[in-house]
């Protein structure tokens, strides 16, 4: 399995048989030849999703899983609606939704060998300018999605380290690393300031590995 940072939140794995593409708002750069394409959107803000993922690939095999806040797609048979705190199964994968501390879903799904963990935007959200009363309900309701998460075993999680947080960018990060333990910790929902990627790499993260992140369309790790 080959993971290829994308953009922001966006990630593709690639399998030998079928790709996996989550909240992917930019052409990749993956050759779909030969492969099941499956396109995941965990909710309809621009940063996770735009239109365009209907005509990045011609691959007729491709199949879109997007949360059922979106309704900008044309309905047909490779579009699936999701919600949230749902079991799916596909040909190549089981799926379960999970909740968002903002709009949509959150992604866990099991291909493979691996139990892998999208967050959307599942995050602890803690602004500055915000009220203390509004912040600690956002760090409840992510503990509270966090706890139906840890019922699962997660080997790869893609979760949220937001320089916009100020010093409340890795909180999400650490309590996940805290309570989940996965094997592998990749954060994203960074834009372009990697500044953060470096602060991670530099705390202490105990037996997770966390993974370096230079540029987009890169790839990241592979197996």
């Known amino acids: 399995m080959k ?9 593709a794995l690639e399998f ?24 995941f959107a965990s909710h309809s803000h621009g940063d996770h999703y735009v239109k365009d993922i ?9 199949t879109y899983i997007l949360s059922d ?47 892998i963990f999208h967050s959307g935007d599942l995050n602890w959200w803690h602004w500055e300018e915000d009220e203390e009363s509004y912040n600690k309900i956002m760090e409840i309701d992510y ?18 380290a937001d320089p916009r947080l100020g ?3 890795d909180y999400s990060v650490k309590y996940f690393i805290e309570k989940i333990k996965p094997n592998i910790l990749i954060p994203m929902h960074f834009w372009d300031d990697y500044s953060v990627i470096k602060k991670l790499l530099q705390e202490d993260a105990g037996a997770v590995k966390i993974l370096d992140i230079k540029k987009e369309n890169s790839v990241i790790y592979q197996d």
Request: net charge negative.
């Open 167 to 169: 010093d409340a960018y």
């Open 54 to 62: 209907f005509s990045y690939t011609d691959n007729k095999n491709t």
């Open 143 to 160: 503990k509270r999605h966090i706890e139906n998460l840890s019922k699962f075993k997660t080997d790869i999680a893609f979760v949220p």
């Open 69 to 115: 806040d979106i309704k900008e797609y044309t309905e047909s048979d490779n579009v699936i609606s999701v919600s949230e705190y749902k079991e799916y199964v596909f040909r190549d994968f089981k799926l379960n939704t999970l909740g968002s501390t903002d709009m949509g879903v959150s992604f866990y799904v099991s291909a493979e060998k691996y139990n």
């Open 16 to 39: 030998d048989d079928f790709v996996l593409l989550f909240d992917d708002i930019t052409p990749p750069s993956i050759d779909f030849a030969n492969k099941r394409v499956y396109f």
């Open 3 to 11: 993971i290829t940072y994308l953009r922001h939140s966006g990630f």
